[in-house]
């Protein structure tokens, strides 16, 4: 795994853990972490950060509708 050493002004009031739960969101997001990918990065389980990404608006739900339509197609 990378290692990343970020500057950020001390006027940004955030901890090291909303950090790393934010990036983990947005790479997750991106499709660019899986689920588990993206709990290890933030360091949490699966389940918290499941639970957690609402509040950076981003869905569990990762994947584009087409996908939804064809499954639902062919059950």
């Given at each position: 795994?990378?290692?990343?050493?970020?500057?950020?002004?001390?006027?940004?009031?955030?901890?090291?853990?909303?950090?790393?739960?934010?990036?983990?969101?947005?790479?997750?997001?991106?499709?660019?972490?899986?689920?588990?990918?993206?709990a290890?990065?933030?360091?949490?389980?699966?389940?918290?950060?499941?639970?957690?990404?609402?509040?950076?608006?981003?869905?569990?739900?990762?994947?584009?509708?087409?996908?939804?339509?064809?499954?639902?197609?062919?059950?």
């Amino acid at each position: 795994m990378k290692t990343l050493t970020l500057s950020i002004p001390d006027t940004v009031e955030i901890d090291n853990r909303e950090l790393a739960m934010l990036v983990a969101a947005r790479l997750y997001e991106q499709g660019r972490l899986s689920l588990g990918q993206a709990a290890d990065v933030a360091g949490l389980t699966k389940r918290t950060f499941a639970e957690l990404l609402g509040r950076y608006d981003v869905s569990i739900v990762n994947f584009p509708a087409s996908d939804i339509s064809r499954d639902v197609a062919n059950a």
